[in-house]
């Protein structure tokens, strides 16, 4: 069956520090795979795209991976600040003629002070 | 300039009742889809239209309809309320049906008692 899976359990770290989310799937070939950040109550913000024949993507204090072969895209959030406290959410591009991003259920980070 | 607007931003209604949410995009972009968010979950695709044709469809009764209008904007509307209907709606502007980002308004906050 098709899966796209984030990291479940919330990530707690210190700021400062490398938070690193995950998201692997399974069944999917997509064509890009997106990084969105919500924070509660709110819609989801744009943050990263990353192509299938793209490794690696870089914004700011952000940086994407993206590995086709073990299905999977690494998300970084490097000197993290509480401010980055909030659910990160991948989004997968379900090639074909549905036009539907299919979604991760989301990784919930706190920085802590 | 103006982010994608949503309204209203919090409804109640009862079972059985009817409900229209609305949208206006990003000026400039003739992509709109339309999201449901349950507590807890990632967005789950329910509509994207694109110059005011429907061009995907999720995997939600037919009580679930939209449609764009020549100025962009859009209407989802449910019909027949269930108590599971309770969500988030989220509107999603972007300037293609594919491949770029998605700006998300602030949603729609749906309670059905």
Known sequence: SQKIEQNSEALNIQEGKTATLTCNYTNYSPAYLQWYRQDPGRGPVFLLLIRENEKEKRKERLKVTFDTTLKQSLFHITASQPADSATYLCALDNAGNNRKLIWGLGTSLAVNP | ?113
């Open chain 2, 1 to 113: 300039d103006a982010g994608v607007t949503q309204s209203p931003t919090h409804l109640i209604k009862t079972r059985g009742q009817h409900v229209t949410l609305r949208c206006s995009p990003i000026s400039g972009h003739k992509s709109v889809s339309w999201y449901q968010q349950v507590l807890g979950q990632g967005p789950q695709f329910i509509f994207q239209y694109y110059e005011k044709e429907e061009r995907g469809r999720g995997n939600f009764p037919d009580r679930f309809s939209a449609r764009q209008f020549p100025n962009y904007s859009s209407e989802l509307n449910v019909n027949a309320l269930l108590l599971g209907d309770s969500a988030l709606y989220l509107c999603a502007s972007s300037s293609k049906t594919r491949g770029t980002e998605a700006f998300f308004g602030q949603g729609t906050r749906l309670t059905v008692v």
